[in-house]
């Protein structure tokens, strides 16, 4: 019953490190994706992954790289972290891309850069 | 940019009592959805809705498509102290690529 598992759960960086969020679904869905959520922003579209071998811009995705590594997995890298990226990060799923009513989210990592 | 409007920030209801929030919007969406957050949680889906004027029910949740497809409306029962959470509304447009725009949120507290 695991469904949307992210790693780590929280994380302390320095500004200008680098790091990887990982993610990864059990539930073979073809869609993933990346929010990020801030106090009274609500969830904001960082990149998302409509099927395997695709990505693509969301609303935010200035200082992020993602990869689609495989069907299962989606990771977010923060090459320099800035502290204008504290943030609570969420990866979730959908089985067919923009059908978003069906989205699976995992619990999140919360993620501060000093 | 699509923009959902969700106030207030915060609602403090005592236990028992029924509740209502609104999603609205100056854009028209085809599909409103209302998701809750759970503290240390990431959103689950409470309702779906898919025409306007549409009133659908969860339990005790009921939800509404607006009529002028351009607003959403959440009741929430005889609440209880697990119903504590941020509630956001989420609308899609029509379109192949067409991605959730989701509210602020909303949280909720309920006072036993």
């Known amino acids: 019953n695991a469904g949307v598992t992210q790693t780590p759960k929280f994380q302390v960086l320095k500004t200008g490190q680098s790091m990887t969020l990982q993610c990864a679904q059990d539930?073979?869905?073809?869609?993933m994706y990346w929010y990020r959520q801030d106090p009274g922003m609500g969830l904001r579209l960082i990149y998302y992954?409509?099927?395997?071998?695709?990505?693509d811009k969301g609303e935010v995705p200035n200082g992020y790289n993602v990869s689609r590594l495989n069907k299962r997995e989606f990771s977010l890298r923060l090459e320099s972290a800035a502290p204008s990226q504290t943030s609570v990060y969420f990866c979730a799923s959908s089985e067919v891309f923009a059908t978003n009513e069906k989205l699976f989210f995992g619990s999140g990592t919360q993620l501060s850069v000093l | 940019g699509q923009q959902l409007n969700q106030s207030p920030q915060s609602m403090f209801i005592q236990e028992g009592e029924d509740v209502s929030m609104n999603c609205t919007s100056s854009?028209?969406?085809?599909?409103w959805l209302w998701y809750k957050q759970d503290p240390g949680e990431g959103p689950v889906l409470l309702i779906a809705?898919?025409?306007?004027?549409e009133l659908t029910s969860n339990g005790r949740l009921t939800a509404q498509f607006g009529i002028t497809r351009k607003d959403s409306f959440l009741n929430i029962s005889a609440s209880i102290p697990s119903d504590v959470g941020i509630y956001f509304c989420?609308?899609?447009?029509?379109?192949?690529?067409?991605?959730?725009?989701f509210g602020k949120g909303i949280t909720l507290s309920v006072r036993p």
């Open positions: 809705l898919y025409k306007a004027g």
């Open positions: 989420a609308g899609q447009r029509s379109g192949a690529n067409s991605k959730l725009t």
């Open positions: 539930m073979n869905h073809n869609s």
């Open positions: 854009s028209i969406f085809n599909t």
């Open positions: 992954s409509a099927s395997e071998g695709t990505t």
